[in-house]
C-alpha cells in the first residue's frame, strides 16, 4: 500500500511524511462547518490530527466510511472537500486539493520545495 498525499491549497507544497527526506511541517485540516484539525508529523496515511481525509470526505457528503470517501475522491461526482492548508485562519472554500506526485515520500535529488 502506498502513501496518500497532497499539496497545500494556500501554498502549494508537497505534504512530506515522517517517513521521507523532506522535513513535516504545520498543516490544518478544514472542513465546511469550521472544524479544523492540525497534524505537525504526518505519518503519509491521510490522517491529520487523529482525523482521517476519506472519512471527513465521506461525512461532509453524508456517507459514513473511509471506503465511501476513497470512492468519492476518485469518483467524477462533485461533492465537498476538505481544505489542506498551512494556516489556521483559512476560509473553506469547496476546491479539491491536489494530489502530491511525490507521495509524500518519493522525493527524488533534483526536487526542492518551494518557499
Known sequence: MGFFSWKTQDTDRSISNVHSSQETFFVAMHDNDGNIWTESEYDGYGVFGGKDYYELLAEM?????????????????????PNLTERIDWEWRNEEAKYCEHQGF?????????D
Open 106 to 114: 518519493f522525493y527524488d535529488e533534483q526536487y526542492e520545495e518551494h
Open 61 to 81: 457528503n453524508g456517507k459514513k466510511t473511509r471506503y465511501e470517501g476513497i470512492e468519492l475522491a476518485f469518483s467524477a461526482d462533485p461533492c465537498l472537500y
